[in-house]
């Protein structure tokens, strides 16, 4: 009886400590959508907006860290033209961000600082 009952506590044991959280693998076949244990977004992410209201649906693809955005997100209208070009730093805009009609041709662009909003006091210089 003993033996049959330690392996069953050992194996319901290492199941406690396997990873939550949910993810998708996408075409190319690389995981997409990873939340981990603690509920934070990671990795690389495809973020769908669907038409609302007249305005145009888009897809945005990127990485994130902890729950925010990071590094480079382009934006591509449902119809797959780039329609933007927006870089992040701890979650905010960061640098140039590049805006494009359906053509390809430059319309915008936007100068954006980011700001560590894990600082609750700002030092201007």
Request: include cysteine; charge should be positive; glycine fraction near 12%.
């Amino acid at each position: 009886m003993t033996r049959l009952f330690i392996p069953l506590i050992l194996f319901l044991s290492f199941r406690g400590f396997s990873q939550a959280g949910s993810f998708i693998i996408g075409v190319k076949g690389d995981t997409l959508n990873k939340i981990d244990a603690k509920n934070l977004k990671q990795g690389k992410w495809v973020v769908r907006t669907d038409v609302v209201r007249g305005e145009p649906g888009y897809e945005e693809e990127g990485e994130f860290k902890n729950n925010r955005k990071e590094g480079t997100w382009r934006i591509y209208s449902l119809q797959g033209d780039l329609t933007g070009l927006e870089f992040y730093k701890w979650g905010n805009k960061d640098g140039i961000c590049q805006y494009f009609n359906p053509s390809g041709a430059l319309v915008r662009e936007e100068s954006w600082r980011a700001l560590n909003p894990d600082n609750y006091m700002i030092r201007w210089k």
